[in-house]
């Protein structure tokens, strides 16, 4: 297990995450499956990002559809983060946490009915089509605001649904209406200060340079922009746990911005919207395995979660590392006698994890959609296995009660010597799930 283990985690210690022995406690406590969440993670990731290299000053605006729990929030608005909601009721939701509205930005594909309310709470409104701004104009005029735009083609995002860039997809203005957005705006003594480009999610690191080099050829037509903001879709392995640098992309940035700033004289300050690289590593989902199935080829191992939870690896074929933790501590045989028992058995070492939804419901898949087997020893029916990477787009997007599974707890892990386990979210209970069917 220990090998396993270590080909899993690059370049931090597994005990940020959790000391092997805290799983089970942790599974007795709070049961199974549940969300774990390490602040000293969080932390990590946090000071990098507000460390990235930039040119004159830099915001960084967590986008809080990755994960809108109240403690992820708080902790990042703790830190000096702002806040990026991608809807009405996520900007009800961050207000509703105590989150000062002027640090967050609304940038959505669904312009809220109560949007005069919201904007009289200065809060920052992000166009993302010619008819919202033509709406935000009319409810708001005189207003400051950001425009978002479509730079046309840049492959942006790791798989085609989170592409959000290029003409067969509809987020934010197409870049040709620049001008006409510009026309738009006068007419309603709009003054457009920000510029907002974001291309997708997971984007190679080729994608800065022409991200930033695309979003200053517009900022250089909108002269009353002072802030760039070059969306989120920083890139990040699910497969393992490893830290990400953003330090050779913020240098891009910089250097570009610099220029911008040599050519122009206008001093654009930076800001960055990342979801993914603040939370997909700080988080585990803790399962437990609940069966063995054979057929001719394969050994599955059922789990007691699945696609309500983690729809990833469904939606995007998203390639979510799994761990065994085997339960060696505490149990009444030597170590010795367990490798005994483990000699006599007839060991399968590859298996597929499968989740217990009742369709296709796999963990562990290959990004060609085929199933992706993993090596693990000697799991068996009772023991814990942790799935990597899911603070991200995991507990945000579920498939609520599908198959009518209660929604889990989550805790986190705090960064204290004793690493306490603080729930941050209580299970769903089965009344809570049926209570407003009438
Ligand atoms: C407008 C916008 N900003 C930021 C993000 C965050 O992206 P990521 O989680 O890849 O950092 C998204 C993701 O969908 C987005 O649509």
Not at 96 to 114: C, E, F, H, V
Not at 357 to 380: G, H, M
């Amino acid at each position: 297990m220990k090998k396993e283990q270590k080909a899993k985690i690059v370049g931090i210690n597994l005990n940020y995450l959790m000391a092997d022995k805290d799983f089970y406690r942790a599974r007795k406590k709070f049961g199974s499956p549940l969300f774990v969440y390490s602040e000293k993670m969080l932390e990590l990731n946090c000071e990098e990002a507000k460390n990235m290299p930039d040119a004159y000053g830099l915001t960084v605006r967590y986008a809080m559809k990755a994960n809108s729990n109240k403690t992820i929030l708080d902790y990042f608005d703790k830190k000096g983060l702002h806040i990026d909601s991608s809807s009405g009721l996520e900007v009800e939701r961050a207000l509703a946490y105590g989150i000062n509205p002027r640090k967050i930005q609304l940038s959505t594909q669904d312009l809220p009915n109560n949007l005069s309310e919201l904007l009289k709470k200065n809060i920052i409104i992000d166009a993302c089509s010619i008819n919202q701004l033509k709406k935000i104009g009319k409810l708001s005029p005189g207003r400051e605001i950001s425009i978002r735009i479509n730079p046309g083609n840049i492959e942006g995002g790791s798989h085609q649904n989170t592409n959000t860039a290029g003409e067969e997809s509809c987020f934010g203005l197409w870049h040709t209406q620049t001008k006409q957005a510009i026309s738009i705006a006068k007419e309603h003594e709009l003054k457009i200060t920000r510029l907002h480009i974001h291309v997708g999610s997971g984007n190679k690191k080729e994608v800065w340079k022409k991200v930033i080099k695309s979003a200053l050829k517009y900022v250089n037509i909108l002269p009353e922009v002072k802030t760039l903001n070059i969306g989120g879709g920083f890139k990040v392995r699910r497969d393992v746990i490893e830290l990400i640098s953003l330090k050779e992309i913020g240098e891009t940035i910089k250097k570009e911005l610099i220029k911008f700033h040599n050519t122009t004289g206008r001093k654009i300050h930076l800001e960055i919207e990342p979801g993914t690289f603040l939370v997909a590593n700080t988080c585990f989902l803790l399962t437990t395995i609940k069966d063995k199935v054979k057929t001719k080829n394969y050994e599955f191992l059922k789990i007691d979660t699945g696609m309500h939870d983690l729809t990833r690896p469904a939606l995007y074929q998203a390639e979510h590392g799994v761990m065994l933790i085997k339960k060696y501590e505490n149990q009444t045989l030597k170590m010795k006698d367990v490798f005994e028992q483990i000699q006599k058995k007839d060991l399968t070492s590859k298996y597929f994890v499968s989740g217990h939804c009742c369709e296709r419901d796999l963990i562990t898949i290959n990004k060609d959609n085929t199933i992706k087997e993993v090596e693990l020893e000697n799991p068996e029916i009772g023991d814990i296995i942790i799935i990597l990477g899911c603070g991200a787009y995991t507990s945000s997007m579920n498939l609520k009660n599908y198959n009518s599974y209660l929604e889990p707890a989550e805790i986190l892990i705090t960064k204290t010597k004793n690493r306490e386990f603080k729930l941050i979210k209580r299970k769903q209970t089965f009344k809570q799930m049926i209570q407003n069917e009438v």
